[in-house]
């Protein structure tokens, strides 16, 4: 089954940092461009940043560049969203989403993982 | 990138069709046959519904279709189910729209 399971989500404080996982499975992990797309509560999706197969490109929205690190364990088949300084505004559920370019689209999305930033 | 434009409800009742409409710009939607649509039920996470402006994925109903012209596109759902009651979202290049909350009346 083709499956994405997201953990690392948390109560942090404004200013701290948080590592969210996301485990991929019944899939060629390392074929994919990947993504981390969240939703505020109450709100739309939004893309966040994504990571091509190998790694060596990466991209962000504006509002998370020089906070946010997106990386990825092809022999662990997980990809990774490191978040420092943190604010009210990246409290959101976020989803780990396969990106499938040849589609131009979302075909796979975990569960999500909830992040509150709060003090 | 500002986010596609949708309306923010449509309804209709069961057995009838919806249509949600999707507005970016030449850049996006008009200039490229890149558009998907996403449901999303509360408490779910999103779920594809159509790519390349009217393919669907296997597994989702041909109750589903996708169509554009010009700068707008559109998700057309057919013989409404409650099951459709959802919130829809459309996207082209990483960008998505504003959501529009379908009620089945």
């Known amino acids: 089954e083709v499956q994405l399971v997201e953990s690392g989500g948390g109560l942090v404080q404004p200013g701290g940092s948080l590592r969210l996982s996301c485990a991929a499975s019944?899939?060629?992990?390392?074929?994919?461009?990947m993504s981390w797309v969240r939703q505020a509560p109450g709100k739309g999706l939004e893309w966040v940043a994504n990571i091509k197969q190998d790694g060596s490109e990466k991209y962000y929205v504006d509002s998370v560049k020089g906070r946010f690190t997106i990386s990825r364990d092809n022999a662990k088949n997980s990809l990774y969203l490191q978040m420092n300084s943190l604010r009210a505004e990246d409290t959101a559920v976020y989803y780990c989403?396969?990106?499938?370019?040849?589609?131009?689209?979302?075909?796979?999305w975990g569960q999500g993982t909830m992040v509150t930033v709060s003090s | 990138q500002s986010a596609l434009t949708q309306p923010p409800s449509a309804s209709g009742s069961p057995g009838q069709s919806v249509t949600i409409s999707c507005t970016g710009t030449?850049?996006?939607?008009?200039?490229?046959?890149?558009v998907s649509w996403y449901q999303q039920h509360p408490g779910k996470a999103p779920k594809l519904m159509i790519y390349e402006v009217s393919k669907r994925p296997s597994g989702v109903p041909d109750r589903f279709s996708g169509s554009k012209s010009g700068n707008t596109a559109s998700l057309t759902v057919s013989g409404l189910q409650a099951e459709d009651e959802a919130d829809y979202y459309c996207?082209?290049?990483?960008?998505f729209g504003t959501g529009t909350k379908v009620t089945v009346l």
């Open positions: 996207s082209s290049f990483r960008v």
């Open positions: 019944g899939f060629t992990f390392s074929s994919y461009w």
């Open positions: 030449s850049s996006d939607v008009g200039g490229y046959n890149y």
């Open positions: 989403a396969r990106d499938n370019y040849d589609r131009g689209a979302f075909d796979i």
